[in-house]
């Protein structure tokens, strides 16, 4: 068979932006490749099996958050039956025969969850090795081990959510669970309203970015002016270091609200349980 002349194919303009086409110099018919099993995802597999990873049974069981119960695993004192455990990636149905320090973990509690007015000048940690007071300094000894929902830093103050569930306080922390925070500051320096409109939008500070944020001018106090914002990101530090790159200087910080649960009339160092019910419908609206 004599094989027609080949010739040049035809090219078409390319559009401003757009990538050009491919040029295929025969005519043999394009190979589809051969479909692939998708291969089920760890969170089905765990499902399917009612089995989950040894890390998220003991937060879940309030023995200590996911990233705490990974070091004490490094460290060596986490076992199961007497055998150390060597990875927080070991999958488990149950926590039957696990122990940490040589004592057995029961079965998980029921989610608790305490509201608690922190003051300032404490730390939102179990210790401090340079000998400055946390939390628990301040916590009554009969309450349940209870872990921070997200932080507060050294001189904030204001509204803290404690829960003995990790998985809970993973779900709670998590951005794009929308759980809205707000915040009250007192700032030295000059802004205005508009300027502080302009956070709604996010904004990028230090090769940081922070999305959306709600501010408003209360009022002002001589050189002082107050403003609340509320945002659901609650990166480290991000309402100081946004009003700072505002050219504000905060001399105190309050967090008023989380989620539902607002900080109200309750006196520095005071803790409260949330009802039941309360947590239950809470929990129900949580996006998922």
């Known amino acids: 068979m004599v094989k027609p002349p080949s010739r040049p194919p035809v090219k078409?303009?390319?559009?401003?932006?757009?990538?050009?086409?491919?040029?295929?110099?025969?005519?043999?018919?394009?190979?589809?490749?051969?479909?692939?099993?998708?291969?089920?995802?760890?969170?089905?597999?765990?499902?399917a099996d009612g089995e989950a990873r040894i890390a998220k049974l003991l937060a879940r069981a309030g023995v200590a958050s996911r990233r705490e119960v990974e070091r004490?695993?490094?460290d060596k004192r986490v076992t199961r039956h007497d055998e150390i455990i060597e990875t927080p990636a070991m999958v488990l149905k149950n926590l039957d025969g696990v122990a940490v320090d040589g004592k057995l973990v029961g079965a998980p509690?029921?989610?608790?969850?305490?509201?608690?007015?922190?003051?300032?000048?404490?730390?939102?940690a179990e210790r401090d090795f340079?000998?400055?007071?946390?939390?628990?300094?301040?916590?009554?000894?009969?309450?349940?081990?209870?872990?921070?929902?997200?932080?507060?830093?050294?001189n904030t103050e204001g509204l803290l959510l404690l829960t003995n569930d990790g998985a809970f306080k993973?779900?709670?922390?998590?951005?794009?669970?929308?759980?809205e925070r707000t915040y009250r500051a007192r700032c030295f320096g000059n802004i205005s309203q508009t300027e502080l409109e302009e956070l709604i939008?996010?904004?990028?500070?230090?090769?940081?970015?922070?999305?959306?944020?709600?501010?408003?001018?209360?009022?002002r106090t001589g050189a002082n002016v107050w403003i609340e914002m509320t945002l659901t990101e609650g990166k480290n530090r991000e309402v100081r270091r946004v009003l700072e790159y505002l050219g504000l200087e905060v001399n105190r910080l309050i967090r008023t609200r989380y989620g539902k649960f607002i900080l109200g009339d309750m006196p520095?160092?005071?803790?409260?349980e949330v009802r039941k019910v309360d947590l239950i419908e809470f929990r129900g609206s949580l996006k998922k």
């Open 12 to 47: 078409r303009p390319v559009k401003s932006g757009e990538h050009p086409p491919r040029i295929r110099w025969d005519n043999k018919p394009r190979r589809k490749p051969a479909a692939t099993p998708a291969s089920p995802s760890k969170g089905a597999l765990e499902k």
């Open 72 to 74: 004490m695993i490094a």
């Open 109 to 124: 509690a029921p989610t608790m969850l305490y509201l608690f007015h922190k003051p300032e000048g404490c730390l939102t």
């Open 130 to 154: 340079s000998g400055r007071k946390t939390i628990y300094d301040l916590l009554p000894p009969e309450l349940p081990r209870l872990m921070p929902i997200g932080r507060l830093d050294l």
């Open 170 to 179: 993973r779900q709670m922390e998590l951005p794009s669970t929308g759980v």
């Open 201 to 219: 939008h996010g904004v990028e500070v230090d090769g940081v970015l922070y999305g959306k944020i709600d501010a408003n001018m209360e009022r």
């Open 268 to 272: 520095p160092g005071a803790v409260g």
